[in-house]
């Protein structure tokens, strides 16, 4: 299915990204909770039979690899004796036409107990004001820091640059991987410790790549005299795109890439079930992606082997506690239940809140105070910023005809939030790697929970509206 332009232009020089391709999600008839040579064989009879009822031009791809490796990879972790789930979840790739009539084939075959069309993922970027992009890049790209006040101390930051001067604060040794659409691994402030794109086939988009690319200066950008500096320079970024997989085959694929203590990034969200596919579309009902039962699946395969995942919580300006997200929608399999209830997934779900008033010469309210477009609810971890955060990519604040040499400081969205709270737990995981050795998944969203700078309240928007707290690392290394 072809990706198409989305109408909306949150900037002026800088189109909207590309929509990529809805998914159908297969899963079938459950052979067994653990992974026996019997229940192997079994799976693949049903796999035969659900490929029969495809278009010739169509075919089933397991979201979690091949089926003969999976039980290795669950081996001694907490899903070990349910493996076997995971065999049932596939993705239908290839030429098949309407995917929402096929999936009404598909849930009449006896072995398949649930398929369903997921909305295109959309990168969760808040939409900005009209601004002029700069011409022409001078010949020595200025020092942005002054612009960075998230690295500062808390309130207003996370404590980054205290970070910096501790061992391991610079994120030695962690290793993220940022699961999106496309980035700029060549810009100049994105050098070092850089790993490229390792799956997923990268969006040629531009509106795709300057959001990768915000997202891994934020984490990454080089350490050095020009241009911005990462929250954990020294930590390692790689990037695998949704694009030609989808968004569980490469959560999966990110997880299946990484050490436990290493963190996975979604910077996604996608239209939920108050969204009305109106005419004019815009982000207002868009949700963090572990809606999806196979996002879910994907993320919990993650923590179980010991990865941090970190979730946008999206920009729908949703109450995520709300009950219509507790209705089972009729194509999901029976056993769903609404993960925003039971932080069943154990991802870390950030939010975005206000930078300090005057920032760039913008209020947007009382810093840390919800704003307007996030997702909010007792789901919700963590907050970071969600406007005003300069970056690499974009061209508003140094242009020209190189994309090499773009930054910005208006990357916003829970899409800009996400980044911060990585940098902070890679600046964290880092640290501890020096003293207890790293952190669990769990621990580190208790911690987060535990501990930051606090939320605070704007008119028509009370702290009560839960976005979390603002990471700070020195009370985050006090405490853990």
Excluded: C
Excluded at 359 to 371: E, F, K, Q, T, V
């Amino acid at each position: 299915m072809a990706s198409t332009r989305s109408s909306r232009q949150p900037r002026s020089g800088a189109p909207a990204p590309a929509v990529a391709p809805g998914e159908l999600i297969v899963v079938t008839i459950p052979t067994g909770p653990e992974i026996t040579p019997s229940t192997l064989r079994e799976n693949r009879a049903v796999r035969g039979r659900v490929d029969e009822l495809l278009p010739a031009t169509a075919h089933l791809v397991p979201v979690f690899g091949p089926d003969n490796r999976l039980a290795a990879r669950l081996a001694d972790t907490a899903q070990e004796s349910v493996a076997g789930e995971y065999l049932s979840y596939y993705s239908v790739h290839g030429d098949v036409g309407d995917l929402g009539d096929l999936a009404d084939r598909l849930r009449a075959e006896d072995t398949v107990v649930s398929a369903y069309v997921k909305p295109a993922a959309e990168p969760p970027l808040a939409p900005l004001a009209e601004n002029t992009v700069v011409a022409q890049a001078p010949s020595v790209t200025p020092d942005f820091r002054s612009r960075q006040a998230y690295l500062g101390a808390a309130p207003n930051g996370i404590d980054a640059l205290w970070a910096h001067g501790r061992p391991g604060g610079l994120g030695t040794g962690v290793r993220v991987i940022d699961v999106e659409g496309a980035w700029q691994f060549t810009h100049e402030d994105l050098r070092e410790n850089q790993g490229g794109v390792i799956g997923g086939i990268a969006s040629e988009d531009v509106g795709w790549r300057n959001h990768g690319t915000a997202v891994a200066g934020e984490i990454s950008g080089d350490l050095n005299a020009f241009g911005i500096t990462g929250i954990v320079p020294d930590a390692h970024i790689r990037a695998i795109s949704i694009f030609g997989i989808g968004s569980a085959a490469a959560i999966r694929s990110a997880a299946d890439a990484l050490h436990p203590g290493d963190i996975v990034l979604i910077e996604l969200h996608r239209p939920g079930p108050r969204f009305d596919f109106r005419a004019t579309p815009d982000q207002r009902g868009y949700i963090a992606v572990e809606w999806w039962p196979d996002d879910l699946a994907a993320i919990r395969y993650a923590v179980s082997r010991g990865i941090i995942v970190v979730e946008a919580a999206g920009n729908g300006a949703e109450n995520l506690d709300d009950a219509v997200y507790d209705a089972r929608p009729g194509d999901f399999p029976a056993t769903w239940v609404n993960p925003f209830r039971s932080a069943e997934s154990g991802a870390v779900v950030v939010g975005a809140g206000a930078p300090p008033p005057g920032l760039h010469g913008r209020d947007h309210g009382p810093a840390r105070s919800r704003l307007g477009f996030s997702n909010y609810g007792a789901r919700l971890d963590a907050q970071g910023w969600g406007r005003e955060v300069t970056t690499t990519g974009y061209g508003d604040l140094q242009g020209g005809p190189d994309e090499d040499l773009w930054y910005t400081d208006e990357f916003s969205g829970t899409s800009s939030a996400s980044p911060i709270v990585v940098g902070a737990i890679a600046a964290y995981q880092g640290i501890r790697a020096d003293g207890p050795g790293r952190a669990t998944p769990e621990q580190v969203r208790n911690l987060l929970r535990g501990t930051g700078s606090a939320q605070t309240a704007a008119p028509g928007r009370p702290a009560t509206q839960r976005i979390g707290t603002l990471p700070d690392l020195r009370a985050m290394i006090a405490k853990g």
